[in-house]
């Protein structure tokens, strides 16, 4: 099983990008992708999760600038960054975790309960 995540650079403030997590040696469809950052410093958070079966949450349901979403046929989970603003800086991160029943809101944003972790892409937003 392994995750990798890729896509992130440098970036002016108001800018997008999208970073991709692909995955191989399991399907996407099978388990929960969860997208976390961790910015210099600080600890690592979640940011968004798409579950088996296709739905979404948001670690700040109000912040409409990240989408998550993904592609089958491609075994490919995206992360759409808009309108990034420094504080967006940090390394971010997929992973992935069995996921057979929902487990409550929060519980998909506590980085503890992913078992399979990509290696992480750097995104700095500076103007």
């Known amino acids: 099983v392994q995750l990798q995540a890729y896509g992130g650079g440098l970036v002016q403030p108001g800018g997008s990008l999208r970073l991709s997590c692909a995955a191989t040696?399991?399907?996407?469809?099978?388990?929960?992708i969860g997208w976390f950052r961790q910015a210099a410093g600080k600890e690592r958070e979640g940011v968004s999760r798409i579950r088996p079966e296709g739905t979404t949450g948001y670690r700040d349901a109000g912040d409409v600038r990240f989408v998550v979403s993904r592609d089958v046929a491609k075994n490919t989970v995206y992360l759409s960054m808009n309108n990034l603003t420094p504080e967006d800086t940090a390394t971010y991160y997929c992973a992935a975790v069995n996921d057979g029943y929902y487990r409550g809101p929060d519980w998909y944003f506590n980085p503890a309960n992913y078992i399979y972790w990509g290696q992480g892409t750097q995104v700095t937003v500076s103007s």
């Open positions: 040696g399991f399907r996407v469809v099978d388990y929960a």
